[in-house]
């Protein structure tokens, strides 16, 4: 059997918690900042889990978890 490839993008845009969570960064926080109030901006800086409904997409993307 063949070794399988881990998506590289993906590995290095999310982190593991010691209880195998997936940790993501949100998006829009990038450009287009001027409109978006400090409060929106701050909440998009913070780190969040990876949904249940996206977790099969991840994994079959990472297959040595």
């Known amino acids: 059997m063949y070794?399988?490839?881990?998506?590289?993008a993906i590995n290095k845009?999310?982190?593991f918690t010691?209880?195998?969570?997936?940790?993501?960064?949100k998006a829009s926080r990038s450009h287009l900042l001027q409109?978006?109030?400090?409060?929106?901006k701050n909440q998009l800086g913070k780190v969040t889990s990876?949904?249940?409904?996206?977790?099969?997409?991840f994994k079959?993307?990472?297959?040595y978890l």
């Open 3 to 8: 070794k399988l490839k881990t998506s590289r």
């Open 50 to 57: 990876v949904h249940l409904s996206n977790l099969l997409n």
């Open 18 to 25: 010691s209880s195998k969570k997936i940790m993501r960064r």
């Open 60 to 63: 079959k993307n990472l297959p």
């Open 13 to 15: 845009r999310i982190k």
């Open 35 to 40: 409109k978006k109030t400090s409060k929106r």
